[in-house]
């Protein structure tokens, strides 16, 4: 089955303690993406990478890292976080640069809580 | 710079009525636009999408969006909702041709009351 896959999908954390919430996708997508889910905010993009090797920020990455070894994954590095990245993330992909009209493929999504 | 404007964060409705969820957006440019859905405790998943053509674009589950370019809207319409279509919807823009940064909205979180 065609599915982007996010784990853990509960997560709670002390301020500080590095974390790492991976995503994998298995339809050798270019495009994958990140993105916070907070009420009243919608989605707002964390980075994006369009192919191997290749990340950029999006809308809110301070405080965030990522990185894109292999094609398939595309892991969400919090190196030390805060209260305020208490949140609900989303791991998303697409076949092409972008949307292309296409759309986004999205995995389940992990909820962040930090204290 | 492209936004998109859902006005209406929450819309209770009765089971079997229609409804219609209103999305404006902005942009100088041609554009892409998209509804999708999200469930409780799921990711989002894509309802329709708008991309050329007729403006009258047909989706899953009954929903249908018409492109209304001289009002810059993209409204998501259901003739007749079940308990179901209970959800969050958001509406997405991004510039047409190549890659090009989505913009969502706020959401729209779709009551239905039986």
């Known amino acids: 089955e065609a599915q982007v896959t996010q784990n853990p999908r509960y997560l709670i954390t002390v301020t500080g303690k590095k974390l790492t919430v991976t995503c994998s996708q298995n339809?050798?997508?270019?495009?994958m993406s990140w993105y916070r889910q907070d009420p009243g905010l919608g989605l707002r993009q964390i980075y994006y990478?369009?192919?191997?090797?290749?990340?950029d920020k999006g809308d809110v990455p301070e405080g965030y890292k990522v990185s894109r070894k292999e094609k398939r994954n595309f892991p969400l590095i919090l190196e030390s976080p805060s209260p305020n990245q208490t949140s609900l993330y989303f791991c998303a992909s697409s076949p092409d640069l972008g949307t292309g009209g296409v759309g986004y493929t999205f995995g389940s999504g992990t909820r962040l809580t930090v204290v | 710079a492209q936004s998109v404007t859902q006005l209406d964060s929450q819309v209770p409705v009765f089971e079997e009525a229609p409804v219609e969820l209103r999305c404006n957006y902005s942009?100088?440019?041609?554009?892409?636009l998209f509804w999708y859905v999200q469930y409780p405790n799921q990711g989002l998943q894509l309802l329709l999408k708008y991309l050329s053509g007729s403006t009258l674009v047909k989706g899953i589950n009954g929903f249908e969006a018409e492109f209304n370019k001289s009002q810059t809207s993209f409204h998501l319409r259901k003739p007749s909702v079940h308990i179901s279509d209970t959800a969050e919807y958001f509406c997405a823009v991004s510039r047409s041709g190549g890659y090009q940064k989505v913009t969502f909205g706020t959401g729209t979180k779709l009551q239905v009351i039986p």
């Open positions: 990478s369009m192919n191997v090797e290749v990340t």
């Open positions: 339809m050798n997508h270019e495009y």
């Open positions: 942009s100088s440019v041609s554009v892409y």
